[in-house]
């Protein structure tokens, strides 16, 4: 085996600093870090075969063959750890490092707006935002340098009178907001209400709302990129469609509506959306589809099956999304990524669900930023909620 073959099969093992809650064993410190396939073989014979055949000198960068060996041995018992701590649920292998629950939301003291918290969720950067079935948005923002449990709560937005379905979807980028109310009041149609951090990044304010005249659909999904908000809208002309404002906070702002590029492989398109620097995720009624982001030329050979799909959303070029099971439970998040470059993206993982709730919560919100996922469960529809960060 040659010199680049040999780095390749041990770099797959390497173990860096980081925190791991673990259930029932002693806490370790570690990060997994794998190959560019989002797997780890550990085990795998070639794999150790590749470690038996590597030279010293040929890994002087990483350290000596033993080091390695080493480093592999605690790599597959701190897995072995996290895969027998379900009970408390604190660990999970997610789109190739280990990730550990950071912090616990909860509906604030005294709170009369908590039906349904956790049922949509936003994050950017440092702030989480936590959407409820009672028609608010609560806001909170995690210091500088410190951790998720340290975040305080910033804001609390409420619908205005009569607008109804508030918070039906969310989305957050650099400061801005998208709150979206799918048949605002009944009265047949969306909007999408976008709300912009104040010049002392204290408070968010209302600056705009779009959607006057779109169907009552309009608003289902939504997602930034950047400064520009897509809007998804899955019943226009009976095909579904994605308006595109590339400034939506400008002074008379005028979408691209994209209609179903692909109507025959696509029902409900823009029912749920999630997009990447690159793509743009579509779930439609049985499948998600990737397209371009500025032309919506669908990627070949870029097809999920999205059966039961809830939410999604995109941890680097690794598509997260909430799957339920065959009762109607949501009992998992699936990760998609392709296992070859330029190739299809296809299951790499399956994170069982929920992490600290009884087998009949419900997960709802789904949202990431980075490294970081944040996870809302319910218990059911109508009561409060909680949202877990992993990192």
């Not at 590749?50 to 080091?67: C, I, K």
């Not at 079935?133 to 619908?159: C, G, K, Y």
């Not at 009041?185 to 304010?205: C, I, M, P, Q, T």
């Not at 929920?354 to 990431?368: D, E, H, I, K, V």
Request: some cysteine.
């Amino acid at each position: 085996m040659g010199r680049g073959g040999a780095v390749a099969a041990v770099v797959a093992l390497l173990v860096v600093a980081g925190c791991v809650v673990c259930h029932g064993a002693t806490a370790r410190q570690g990060r997994i870090y794998v190959g560019h396939d989002g797997a780890l073989n550990l085990g795998d014979p070639e794999l150790d075969t590749a470690l038996n055949q590597v030279q010293v000198n040929d890994v002087d960068v990483l350290g000596t063959l033993n080091e390695l060996k080493t480093l592999a041995n605690t790599a597959s018992s701190l897995l072995t750890e996290v895969q027998t701590a379900t009970a408390a649920g604190q660990a999970r292998l997610i789109d190739a490092a280990l990730f550990r629950v950071t912090a616990d939301v909860g509906p604030l003291p005294n709170a009369t707006e908590t039906l349904g918290f956790a049922r949509r969720l936003a994050l950017d950067k440092r702030e989480l935002v936590i959407g409820t079935r009672n028609d608010s948005v609560d806001i909170f923002l995690r210091p500088a340098n410190d951790e998720w449990s340290a975040m305080t709560h910033l804001q609390t937005l409420i619908a205005t009178p009569n607008l109804g379905n508030y918070a039906r979807s969310l989305a957050l980028s650099n400061g801005v907001l998208a709150v979206a109310a799918v048949d605002a009041g009944g009265a047949g149609r969306g909007v999408v209400l976008v709300y912009r951090r104040d010049e002392l990044g204290s408070f968010f304010a209302l600056r705009t709302t779009l959607g006057h005249g779109a169907s009552s659909t309009f608003g289902t999904g939504i997602a930034f990129l950047g400064a520009a908000l897509y809007v998804g809208d899955p019943t226009w002309n009976s095909i579904g469609a994605i308006y595109t404002y590339t400034d939506p906070l400008g002074a008379s702002p005028q979408p691209n509506v994209t209609g179903n590029p692909s109507p025959n492989n696509c029902e409900f398109f823009g029912r749920r959306i999630a997009v990447a620097k690159d793509r743009i995720a579509s779930l439609c009624i049985d499948r998600i589809l990737l397209f371009n982001p500025t032309t919506f030329v669908p990627l070949p050979g870029q097809e999920m099956m999205g059966t039961r799909v809830r939410e999604m959303a995109w941890l680097g070029t690794t598509l997260a999304a909430i799957r339920q099971n065959e009762d109607g439970e949501d009992q998992r998040i699936t990760l998609y990524a392709p296992t070859v470059v330029g190739g299809p993206y296809l299951i790499i993982n399956q994170i069982p669900l929920p992490f600290n709730t009884t087998t009949s919560s419900m997960t709802r919100g789904l949202a990431a930023s980075g490294t970081t996922l944040a996870v809302g469960f319910l218990k059911d529809a109508m009561t409060p909620g909680h949202v877990y960060l992993l990192q």
